[in-house]
């Protein structure tokens, strides 16, 4: 199965709106971080916003903003007030507790166009 | 700065070679990890290792190893034995259980 499921392979957003990319996963372990990463065209991740198992409340940095369900298992990404320079591969990924490896599980990632 | 270093930014190889992939942190992070992207895909795991000396294959470890001598350096080589070496690989690394990677510049490999 699974352990991290990105359904969008690519989505298109105005300049100034606001977009969500879906993140589903995948796991038994109580213990789980959930991570969001932007790769440009140059190649390199860069590190976006993180959500830990227990935190009581959605991580926001800056634009982003995850919406996390738990319930649902989902964590989805908020970019508010889209940038021509947010567009982007984005993936999700999950960090599983050390019982089960410290792996990092990466999604296939969506490819994000934001229109002038 | 702190942060990840790969070397080199392209690599071109004959078939048949083995080639080494440098990756050098100066973050005092234990965990280190190599990738691969092939293009349009997500990352897959290679090997991954959480202290010095030890080290632990991931989902497609076959045709590639690695060493952890140092903590600052986890070199992979890619051998002849990987029958699809042309790909984009990216070394990370983390400190504690459930913390962010922070990733290198990557190298793109090239076979011909």
């Known amino acids: 199965a699974q352990k991290i499921t990105q359904t969008q392979p690519g989505m298109f957003v105005q300049e100034k709106e606001a977009v969500t990319l879906d993140c589903t996963y995948d796991t038994s372990d109580p213990s789980y971080g959930l991570f969001w990463y932007k790769q440009p065209s140059s190649g390199e991740m860069i590190f976006l916003i993180y959500?830990?198992?227990?935190?009581?409340q959605n991580a926001t940095e800056g634009r982003y903003s995850l919406n996390f369900q738990k319930a649902r298992k989902s964590a989805n990404l908020v970019i508010s007030a889209s940038q021509l320079g947010d567009s982007a591969m984005y993936f999700c990924a999950m960090r599983e507790g050390p019982d089960t490896g410290n792996q990092f599980y990466f999604g296939t990632g969506t490819s994000l166009t934001v229109i002038p | 700065d702190g942060g990840i270093t790969q070397s080199p930014k392209y690599l071109f190889r004959k078939e048949g070679q083995n080639v080494t992939l440098s990756c050098e942190q100066n973050?005092?992070?234990?965990?280190m990890y190599w990738y691969r992207q092939d293009p349009g895909q997500g990352l897959r795991l290679i090997y991954y290792?959480?202290?010095?000396?030890?080290?632990q294959k991931g989902d497609i470890a076959e045709g590639y190893s690695v060493s952890r001598e140092k903590k600052e350096s986890f070199p992979l080589t890619v051998t002849s034995a990987q029958k699809n070496p042309t790909a984009f690989y990216l070394c990370a690394s983390s400190i504690g259980t459930i913390t962010e990677a922070f990733f290198g510049q990557g190298t793109r490999l090239t076979v011909v």
């Open positions: 973050l005092n992070h234990d965990a």
């Open positions: 959500q830990g198992s227990y935190d009581q």
């Open positions: 290792s959480q202290i010095v000396n030890d080290f």
